[in-house]
C-alpha cells in the first residue's frame, strides 16, 4: 500500500519523499543503484551470480560493473539531468557490505559532491554489525537486509554455505551464524535510529509459510517496512535447488501470504525490483540512457 497505513506520523514524516517507500513520492523523486560490490560472502541457492544480486533488484539482467569513480561519474551526469535525483543506493551485484571499500568510497565521492542525496545500501546481514559505526559516521538514511528464515533449518534449504571469519561454514552452522548476525545487525541500527526494511524472497515449499514468523520477528526487532518478492523462477536459478528446479509463488499465492502479514510490520507492495543499476523515477528505468560509454571522463 502506498499511503500511510499504520505508521506514525513521525515514520512517515521521515519517508513520506522517498521514491521507494512512499508510492506516492515515486512520483516525484528519483533514485539510481550503482553496481560497484561485486563479492558476496554468502551462497543463496536461487542466486546466479552472472547477474544483479537478486536480494534488491530483478534477478536476470546483466548490469555494468562500475568502479567507484565511474559510479561517481555516472551519479554526477544523472544528477545534472534528472532534477528529482534525491536516493543513490548500492545494492550489488554482490553484497554491498562485504564489499565495503567499494561501495564507502563510491559513497564518499559522492556526498562530497551532492551532500544532500540520501544513501542507501542493501545486504544479506552477514557483514551489516561490523559496519554500523561508519553507517551511522556516514550519515546512510536507510538499509535494506534481506531476511529469508529466521530458522536456521529452513536456512539451510536456501544458503549452500557462508564464508565468514576468514573460513567457509556449510550445513546448520552456516545458516545459524548468518541468522544471528542478521538479527544483531537489524537491532543495532534500529537503535541508531537508521531506517531498516526487510526484503524477504518466498520460495514456495521451503519459506512460504514461514515467513509470516519472519515478519513478526524483524517488526519486534525494528524493521520499519517488510517487503515480500517473489522468487523469480528461472532455469538458472532452479539448478541450486536441485534437478527439478524450484518454481516462483503465483500471484495469488503472493497476494495471500501478503495478506496474512497484514497488521505485522509494514509491508510494501510497490517495490518493483529494480535492476542494480535502474535510474530514475519508480517504474522507470533510464539506465540504457547513461551507460558508461556515455558518460564524460570528467564531471563537476
Ligand atoms: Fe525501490 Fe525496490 Fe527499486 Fe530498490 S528495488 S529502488 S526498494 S523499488
Ligand atoms: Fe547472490 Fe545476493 Fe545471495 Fe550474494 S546475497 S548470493 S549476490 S543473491
Same mark, same amino acid.
Given at each position: 500500500?502506498?499511503?500511510?497505513?499504520?505508521?506514525?506520523?513521525?515514520?512517515?514524516?521521515?519517508?513520506?519523499?522517498?521514491?521507494?517507500?512512499?508510492?506516492?513520492?515515486?512520483?516525484?523523486?528519483?533514485?539510481?543503484?550503482?553496481?560497484?560490490?561485486?563479492?558476496?560472502?554468502?551462497?543463496?541457492?536461487?542466486?546466479?551470480?552472472?547477474?544483479?544480486?537478486?536480494?534488491?533488484?530483478?534477478?536476470?539482467?546483466?548490469?555494468?560493473?562500475?568502479?567507484?569513480?565511474?559510479?561517481?561519474?555516472?551519479?554526477?551526469?544523472?544528477?545534472?539531468?534528472?532534477?528529482?535525483?534525491?536516493?543513490?543506493?548500492?545494492?550489488?551485484?554482490?553484497?554491498?557490505?562485504?564489499?565495503?571499500?567499494?561501495? %564507502?568510497?563510491?559513497?564518499? =565521492? @559522492? &556526498?562530497?559532491? !551532492?551532500?544532500?542525496?540520501?544513501?542507501?545500501?542493501?545486504?544479506?546481514? +552477514? #557483514?551489516?554489525?561490523?559496519?554500523?559505526d561508519e553507517l551511522v559516521d556516514m550519515n546512510i538514511d536507510h538499509v535494506t537486509i534481506t531476511?529469508?528464515?529466521?530458522?536456521?533449518?529452513?536456512?539451510?534449504?536456501?544458503?549452500?554455505?557462508?564464508?565468514?571469519?576468514? %573460513?567457509?561454514?556449510?550445513? =546448520? @552452522? &552456516?545458516?545459524? !551464524?548468518?541468522?544471528?548476525?542478521?538479527?544483531?545487525?537489524?537491532?543495532? +541500527? #534500529?537503535?541508531?535510529?537508521?531506517?531498516?526494511?526487510?526484503?524477504?524472497?518466498?520460495?514456495?515449499?521451503?519459506?512460504?509459510?514461514?515467513?509470516?514468523?519472519?515478519?513478526?520477528?524483524?517488526?519486534?526487532?525494528?524493521?520499519?517496512?517488510?517487503?515480500?518478492?517473489?522468487?523469480?523462477?528461472?532455469?538458472?536459478?532452479?539448478?541450486?535447488?536441485?534437478?527439478?528446479?524450484?518454481?516462483?509463488?503465483?500471484?495469488?499465492?503472493?497476494?495471500?501470504?501478503?495478506?496474512?502479514?497484514?497488521?505485522?510490520?509494514?509491508?510494501?507492495?510497490?517495490?518493483?525490483?529494480?535492476?542494480?543499476?535502474?535510474?530514475?523515477?519508480?517504474?522507470?528505468?533510464?539506465?540504457?540512457?547513461?551507460?558508461?560509454?556515455?558518460?564524460?571522463?570528467?564531471?563537476?
Open positions: 500500500s502506498g499511503g500511510q497505513g499504520d505508521m506514525s506520523p513521525e515514520l512517515w514524516a521521515r519517508i513520506k519523499d522517498h521514491p521507494c517507500y512512499s508510492e506516492e513520492a515515486h512520483h516525484y523523486f528519483a533514485r539510481m543503484h550503482v553496481a560497484v560490490a561485486p563479492a558476496c560472502n554468502i551462497q543463496c541457492n536461487y542466486c546466479n551470480r552472472k547477474y544483479d544480486c537478486a536480494n534488491e533488484s530483478r534477478p536476470g539482467v546483466v548490469s555494468e560493473k562500475l568502479t567507484p569513480d565511474q559510479a561517481f561519474r555516472k551519479v554526477v551526469t544523472v544528477a545534472n539531468e534528472v532534477p528529482q535525483l534525491s536516493v543513490l543506493g548500492i545494492a550489488g551485484p554482490g553484497d554491498a557490505l562485504y564489499d565495503w571499500k567499494k561501495t %564507502k568510497a563510491t559513497f564518499e =565521492l @559522492v &556526498a562530497r559532491e !551532492i551532500p544532500d542525496i540520501k544513501l542507501c545500501i542493501s545486504t544479506n546481514g +552477514l #557483514a551489516l554489525p561490523d559496519h554500523v531476511i529469508n528464515m529466521i530458522d536456521p533449518l529452513i536456512g539451510t534449504k536456501i544458503y549452500p554455505w557462508i564464508f565468514y571469519d576468514h %573460513k567457509r561454514w556449510t550445513g =546448520l @552452522v &552456516a545458516s545459524q !551464524i548468518l541468522h544471528e548476525r542478521q538479527m544483531l545487525g537489524l537491532e543495532m +541500527l #534500529a537503535e541508531r535510529g537508521i531506517l531498516v526494511k526487510v526484503n524477504s524472497v518466498m520460495i514456495p515449499g521451503i519459506n512460504d509459510e514461514h515467513l509470516k514468523e519472519v515478519n513478526a520477528a524483524v517488526k519486534a526487532r525494528g524493521a520499519f517496512l517488510h517487503n515480500i518478492m517473489p522468487l523469480i523462477s528461472d532455469p538458472a536459478h532452479g539448478t541450486h535447488f536441485g534437478l527439478t528446479g524450484q518454481r516462483g509463488p503465483k500471484h495469488a499465492e503472493l497476494m495471500a501470504l501478503q495478506e496474512a502479514c497484514a497488521g505485522g510490520a509494514n509491508l510494501m507492495r510497490h517495490c518493483r525490483q529494480c535492476r542494480a543499476d535502474a535510474v530514475g523515477l519508480l517504474g522507470e528505468d533510464r539506465g540504457q540512457e547513461f551507460t558508461l560509454d556515455q558518460i564524460p571522463e570528467e564531471v563537476a
